[in-house]
């Protein structure tokens, strides 16, 4: 059933994911779905995590050589990657109000958020070994996501005339300018 569920996201978006339209899919009846999940926020919040486990494994996945400034391109580089290759489980994943979602500050600063941890452990690498200001790993954590995803938005919403590989060039600038601000 989450496999029909995520073929109706990535083809329709995450309005389209209805009980009926899985049922539908899956030939079985709308009650049936409700043994699997307890709802449907329940569902779309299955898809979101296991979008996270699967940008998390991505991010993960690369040996991750030099600084931590490096090591940091390198991860939002992947991000970059993984929002324009699925971008309705991006959408989900990121923008969508869901109830259950991860909020900040509580649920990142408690290591729930797989993703905003690698960022948070490589900017406190980078302030244990000087290259970065002191500052709040978890703040500057949520302020980069903050700036790409919202990049990615605007680019998925239409809002960019640029090819994928000058979006990514626009993206790699604002990160340096970022980083800029944040080296000692």
Known sequence: MASAARRILVKEG????TMRRIAQATGVTAMAIYRHFPNRDGLLNTLA??????????LNSHRRTG?????LLRLFDDFLD????NPRLFELMFLKPRKG????????????????????????????????RKD?????????????QGFVMLHLGGRTSLSPAQFRALCLRAFR???DGICI
């Open 49 to 58: 995590d296991e979008g996270f486990d699967a940008l998390a494994a991505l």
């Open 136 to 148: 709040d790993p978890w703040e500057l954590t949520f302020e980069m996501g903050a700036l790409l």
């Open 101 to 132: 979602a991860r909020r900040y500050p509580r649920d990142f600063k408690s290591g729930a958020s797989p993703t905003a941890s690698l960022t948070a452990e490589l900017l406190r690498l980078g302030m244990d070994a000087g290259l970065f």
């Open 14 to 17: 995450a309005d389209a994911v």
């Open 177 to 179: 300018r970022h980083f």
């Open 67 to 71: 600084n931590s400034r490096q090591r």
């Open 82 to 85: 993984f929002a324009l290759a």
